[in-house]
């Protein structure tokens, strides 16, 4: 689940991806969801979401990524 967020500190919009309440059960799929993260924070591309951080809130694992404007298929074309 992605939410849209405003940090008004620094006046830019950020993502907030959040691990779906049906999938926290499942050991292996929250450490592929926290590898995920881990993985983007480790690369610098302008091709890639800039990872600001991760964490977790109420039991839910989330990361906090850059907003991308438009959609994965409008990207890819």
């Known amino acids: 689940i ?3 967020a405003r940090d008004h500190a620094l006046e830019r919009d950020l993502a907030i991806k959040v ?6 059960d ?5 450490e592929r969801f926290l590898r995920e993260a881990r ?3 480790r690369i610098n591309h302008p091709h890639v979401v800039q990872i600001h951080a991760i964490g977790e809130h109420e039991g839910a694992p989330y990361f906090v990524m850059e907003m991308l404007e438009g ?4 990207a890819a074309r």
Request: proline share 5%; glycine share 0%; net charge negative.
């Open 2 to 4: 992605v939410y849209c």
């Open 19 to 24: 691990m779906a309440q049906d999938l926290q």
């Open 26 to 30: 499942w050991p292996d799929r929250m």
């Open 39 to 41: 993985i983007l924070a």
């Open 71 to 74: 959609s994965v298929a409008e």
